[in-house]
């Protein structure tokens, strides 16, 4: 991953969103308030903006701007809960011989350290988690991606606002593993992968 990599990242992470947003919002209907798609996608305008008119020069730079952007513009837990990701993310990325895939545990590590979650719970750790593990084995596909998503469907959430509805969250897939696949999908296109 590099600055060109990173910026060509999350144009396409905001692409996605955009076309997803309505799902995104549909997805947190049941178990949740129906924000998730706004709250991503005005998120990531942000992002856009912020990167058209800052231009990083560095991976750091625009790991930074990413960083300070998710976290002022988006409310709800998954803009701290982003946020937080790429400020982990950030701060490997500054060490010595930080390989891709410890930038990437790095960043499922502060969620897990913001927001408690474990896996199994429900959240977008049960996408980030899997998906570190095949980054470090080399064995990241979309398919694995979307197998991740999937398995969310028959958990009961444990954290945020689907942890609320108890049971009835059972049957769903969680908004924020969607998402977030959304964002591995567009690192590996990125990647040319
Ligand atoms: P809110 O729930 O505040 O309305 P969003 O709808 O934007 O915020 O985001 C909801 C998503 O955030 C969930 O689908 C889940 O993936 C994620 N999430 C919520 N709480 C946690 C947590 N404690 N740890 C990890 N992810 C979480
Ligand atoms: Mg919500
Ligand atoms: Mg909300």
New binding site residues.
Partial sequence: MNVQTGIRWMELFNEKIQQEKDYLTQL?TPI?????GN?MSRGMSHVIQAIESESPDSLEALLKLVTTTLLSKVG??SGPLYGSAFMGMLKTLQQDDSSWSKILQAGLESIQKRGKAEIGDKTMIDVWAPVVQAVEDNQLTSAVIDEAVEATKPLKAKKG?ASYVGERSIGYID?GAYSSALLFKAMLESEGK
């Fill in positions: 947190d949740g308030d129906s924000d998730h709250n709800g837990a606002r908004p």
